[in-house]
T-cell receptor, first 112, second 114 residues
Framework: GDSVTQMEGPVTLSEEAFLTINCTYTATGYPSLFWYVQYPGEGLQLLLKATKADDKGSNKGFEATYRKETTSFHLEKGSVQVSDSAVYFCALRTNTGNQFYFGTGTSLTVIP | DTAVSQTPKYLVTQMGNDKSIKCEQNLGHDTMYWYKQDSKKFLKIMFSYNNKELIINETVPNRFSPKSPDKAHLNLHINSLELGDSAVYFC?????????????FGQGTRLTVV
């Protein structure tokens, strides 16, 4: 079945460090891939998405590239800030499915 | 203008009670969802409606009953609440039931059963 496997946390980084959160997927068909961010006490917000192979999604300095050959969609940011502290979720949606499949979430804490 | 709004944001209630959570979206979307997030942040789909019709009904106790009076609203009623129902419940909506569009989430309802 369709699923997302996400790097387990928690992750703690110093400000201005490089961030990578790994995400791999299993899907039938041709999924769209998403990264969501959840700040404390809030709902999930879309961070970025990619809808086909080799697409790169980007937003607020975050990037992820849809790699069909490795079934991956790793999230990266070159220089994290304290305000990036949140839980990050990788998700997929197939073109035939009715739901979103979420990874287990990765908690990121950035310290000054 | 809030795109997906849920009420209440916090709900504390005793075991055995019946409670409802309301959700409304003003995005004109056709599909709405209920997700449950446990204490470890894991998100589990509960239900999905498309144009007021139930299209996903995961393995959820039948004490949970969704109701969609129109495609902009999806409410969740829970009977005979149990301690294990304590969680954050998220409503979400998307443009179509399958495809490339993202889901928009509400702020969540933190349910605490005591």
């Amino acid at each position: 079945g369709d699923s997302v496997t996400q790097m387990e946390g928690p992750v703690t980084l110093s400000e201005e460090a490089f961030l990578t959160i790994n995400c791999t997927y299993t899907a039938t068909g041709y999924p769209s891939l998403f990264w969501y961010v959840q700040y404390p006490g809030e709902g999930l917000q879309l961070l970025l998405k990619a809808t086909k192979a080799d697409d790169k999604g980007s937003n607020k300095g975050f990037e992820a590239t849809y790699r069909k050959e490795t079934t991956s969609f790793h999230l990266e940011k070159g220089s994290v800030q304290v305000s990036d502290s949140a839980v990050y979720f990788c998700a997929l949606r197939t073109n035939t499915g009715n739901q979103f499949y979420f990874g287990t979430g990765t908690s990121l804490t950035v310290i000054p | 203008d809030t795109a997906v709004s849920q009420t209440p944001k916090y709900l504390v209630t005793q075991m055995g009670n019946d409670k409802s959570i309301k959700c409304e979206q003003n995005l004109g979307h056709d599909t709405m969802y209920w997700y449950k997030q446990d204490s470890k942040k894991f998100l589990k789909i509960m239900f999905s409606y498309n144009n007021k019709e139930l299209i996903i009904n995961e393995t959820v106790p039948n004490r949970f009953s969704p109701k969609s009076p129109d495609k902009a609203h999806l409410n969740l009623h829970i009977n005979s609440l149990e301690l294990g129902d304590s969680a954050v419940y998220f409503c979400a909506s998307s443009q179509d039931p399958g495809g490339s569009t993202e889901a928009f989430f509400g702020q969540g309802t933190r349910l605490t059963v005591v």
